[in-house]
C-alpha cells in the first residue's frame, strides 16, 4: 500500500520559514515523480514545485528564489523549503507522486496524495 505523510506546517510570521516534508513508502516504481501542490478553500490545487522521475526540478513563479524543492532518496522523504513567506502562501500544502511527471503542474500526473499540512503566514 503507497502511502504519502506530509509533515512541517504551522503558522508563521511574514519573512519567516518553514520546511515541510514527505515521506513516502510502497510506491512500486523505481524512478518516480513527485511534486508540492497548494490549496486555498474553494480554489483548485495548484502546482508549487516538482521533481520529475529524471531529476528535473521546476518551481512556479511565484515562488521562484523563496522555495526549494528537494528529496532525500536514502530517506524516501520529499522537502519543501520554504523562505521569506508571505500572506499569499497560506494554504494546504499536498505532496503527490506519480510514475513520470512529464506535465509537472498538472494534478493528473501524481496518482497518490498525502493527506495535507497547513500553511498559514500573517502579516
Known amino acids: 500500500q503507497v502511502r504519502l505523510v506530509e509533515s512541517g506546517g504551522g503558522s508563521v510570521q511574514t519573512g519567516e520559514s518553514l520546511r515541510l516534508s514527505c515521506e513516502i513508502s510502497?510506491?512500486?516504481?523505481?524512478?518516480?515523480?513527485m511534486a508540492w501542490f497548494r490549496q486555498t478553500p474553494g480554489k483548485e490545487r495548484w502546482a508549487v514545485a516538482a521533481?520529475?522521475?529524471?531529476?528535473?526540478?521546476y518551481y512556479t513563479d511565484s515562488v521562484k528564489g523563496r522555495f526549494t524543492i528537494s528529496k532525500d532518496n536514502d530517506k524516501n522523504t520529499l522537502y519543501l523549503e520554504m523562505n521569506d513567506l508571505k500572506p499569499e502562501d497560506t494554504a494546504m500544502y499536498y505532496c503527490g507522486a506519480g510514475p513520470f511527471g512529464r506535465v509537472w503542474w498538472k494534478e493528473y500526473e501524481y496518482n497518490v496524495w498525502g493527506q495535507g499540512t497547513q500553511v498559514t503566514v500573517s502579516s
Open positions: 521533481i520529475n522521475a529524471t531529476g528535473s526540478i
Open positions: 510502497g510506491y512500486p516504481y523505481r524512478n518516480y515523480a
